[in-house]
Every structure is written in structure tokens, then in C-alpha cells.
């Protein structure tokens, strides 16, 4: 038996109306693909109980939501330390008490992320360093060989010696 030709159609996704192109023409409703991100597809719904897609909207409204607010909480590290914090939502705050009378006066303040300070040594520098780790390494393992260390001092010597080679392989 041959299989029913899928017409398709343009349909408006039920929870944020964009077009969704591509939708089997029996579908009595559907979900686009960024409204329903965890499936990254558009889902067609056909001829379920309203109650039921109603239920699945309302989760998916619920998880924006949570989104949404995790996104309106975020305040920048030690914002309640700040002399004058002006929140996303117009709420003033000096060293984190909130000014209820300043609310909406201020432009919000800029957070600005922090950059990493850590600079990458350059090559020169890199090579003097570890001339200077290769002799003293060499160094070590000269008293290492010559001299009759105690154990205990020994053992010592050996675990600073793997610190500094493991400092040149980093270096290199
Ligand atoms: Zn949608």
C-alpha cells in the first residue's frame, strides 16, 4: 500500500507565533524549534487534547521564566560593596542597601567583566628561565651524587628536583 502524500504548510509556532515552515498540513498546531530547544526540531502536534498542550506550553513558559530570572538576579560580584549599584531593573542600592526612592533614576551600571591579566611569557623569557631551572637542577643533582646525604635530605632534594624539571616541561 503506497503511503499518503505529506502536503506541508507554514503554521505559526502556538507559543511565540513564528512561521514554521515545513509542517505537515494535518498538524493542528506546533512548536518551533527554539521554543522547544531540547529537541532542537519544530514539533507538530496533531489532535492532541488542548489540555495537554496547554500543559507542555505552560512548562516550556515556565523554564523561560526561570531562565529569565537567573539572568535579572545575576548582580556583579561584590555589588553590595559598591558605593552606588544601579541594578538592571532601576533599583539603586548604595553599598547594597536599596534606595526604594531612587528606584528608576539612575542608568543601570555597567558590569564589566574582568580581564585576565595573566600575560604569556614570551619566548625569551621563557628560555632564560629555564637556563637558570637547568642549572639549578644540575646543581642539585651533582650534591645528589657526590655526597652522602642523609635519606631524609635525600628525598628532599629528589622532590625538589621533580618540581623544577616539571617547571621546565610547563616552560617549554
Ligand atoms: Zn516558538
Known amino acids: 500500500m503506497r503511503s499518503r502524500n505529506i502536503n506541508y504548510r507554514s503554521m505559526e509556532c502556538t507559543h511565540c507565533n513564528t512561521n514554521v515552515e515545513g509542517v505537515d498540513d494535518r498538524a493542528t498546531g506546533v512548536i518551533c524549534s527554539e521554543c522547544s530547544p531540547d529537541l532542537k526540531r519544530h514539533v507538530v502536534y496533531m489532535n492532541l487534547p488542548p489540555d495537554i498542550i496547554e500543559k507542555a506550553l505552560a512548562d516550556i513558559r515556565k523554564k523561560d521564566q526561570a531562565k529569565e530570572d537567573k539572568r535579572l538576579n545575576a548582580k556583579p560580584r561584590g555589588w553590595a560593596f559598591m558605593n552606588e549599584f544601579v541594578d538592571h531593573d532601576g533599583r539603586v542600592y548604595f553599598k547594597g542597601k536599596e534606595q526604594p526612592t531612587l528606584k528608576g533614576t539612575m542608568e543601570p551600571s555597567k558590569i564589566e567583566k574582568k580581564k585576565p591579566t595573566k600575560k604569556r611569557k614570551t619566548k625569551k ?48
Open 125 to 172: 623569557e621563557r628560555q632564560k628561565e629555564i637556563q637558570k631551572l637547568a642549572a639549578e637542577l644540575f646543581d642539585m643533582k651533582k650534591k645528589l651524587t657526590t655526597k652522602n646525604l642523609p635519606n631524609k635530605d635525600q628525598k628532599e632534594l629528589q622532590k625538589e628536583i621533580s618540581v623544577k624539571q616539571k617547571l621546565i616541561h610547563k616552560l617549554k
